[in-house]
Antibody, heavy 124, light 111 residues
Framework: QLQLQESGPGLVRPADILSVTCAVSGASISDRSQSWVWIRQAPGKGLEWIATVSYYGVGTYSPTLEGRGIISFDRPRNRFSLTLTVATVADTAFYYC????????????????WGRGTPVSVSS | QSELTQPPSMSGAPGQSVSLSCTGTNSNIGANSFIFWYRQDPGIAPKLLIYHNIKRPSGVPDRFSGFKSDTSAFLAITGLQAADEATYYCQSYDAGLGGPVFGGGTKLTVL
């Protein structure tokens, strides 16, 4: 059974680096049948897509990150991370990782499995 | 600002039916992109409710149904139950964005 587990710093100071990690169990992150997405939810707000990482480790980023996003892909540990350089108060949110089912699957393009999320607060 | 527009709140009495709307544009829903619906309970990650506009994952009761028309999509819930209280998000894909786009969510209250 596929499970995702996010982890993060909890509290980050403005202008510091913010990094969140998604550990995957029950499937290989390199499996071609899927990609992986980062979604965040600011307090009291809706869901916002911020990044996607392909099964071969290439990242696609939302324009809202303004070029601050960096994806890292750890095949041996079966996990991937998103780093935001120069954190701002606007990055305060719950960060979720989720699987996007590939085009050949029955639930193609669905975000079918989510982690529980990790809270990140950017504050001085 | 969300790419897809949903009413912030809706309500209904037990047993009644409600229809939650989701309005997009010609670059997402109108571009023949699939619609997905998710349910989120407070403090819990969203859960897939409807995929490919109308399909239900296993375990989702047939009281929930989805449909799409032009640049809008709808989630219909019949026989409302107290357990249906949650926030419901629609999601599609936007050719210009490069990733999923979400509505702002509709908080459903069962009176």
């Amino acid at each position: 059974q596929l499970q995702l587990q996010e982890s993060g710093p909890g509290l980050v100071r403005p202008a510091d680096i913010l990094s969140v990690t998604c550990a995957v169990s029950g499937a290989s992150i390199s499996d071609r049948s899927q990609s992986w997405v980062w979604i965040r939810q600011a307090p009291g707000k809706g869901l916002e897509w911020i990044a996607t990482v392909s099964y071969y480790g290439v990242g696609t980023y939302s324009p809202t990150l303004e070029g601050r996003g960096i994806i890292s892909f750890d095949r041996p540990r079966n996990r991937f991370s998103l780093t935001l350089t120069v954190a701002t108060v606007a990055d305060t949110a719950f960060y979720y990782c989720a699987r996007r089912v590939g085009r050949s699957g029955d639930l193609s393009d669905s975000l079918d499995v989510w982690g529980r999320g990790t809270p990140v607060s950017v504050s001085s | 600002q969300s790419e897809l527009t949903q009413p912030p709140s809706m309500s209904g009495a037990p047993g009644q039916s409600v229809s939650l709307s989701c309005t997009g544009t010609n670059s997402n829903i109108g571009a023949n992109s699939f619609i997905f619906w998710y349910r989120q309970d407070p403090g819990i990650a969203p859960k897939l409710l409807i995929y490919h506009n109308i399909k239900r994952p296993s375990g989702v009761p047939d009281r929930f149904s989805g449909f799409k028309s032009d640049t809008s999509a709808f989630l219909a819930i019949t026989g409302l139950q107290a357990a249906d209280e949650a926030t419901y998000y629609c999601q599609s894909y936007d050719a210009g964005l490069g990733g999923p786009v979400f509505g702002g969510g509709t908080k459903l209250t069962v009176l």
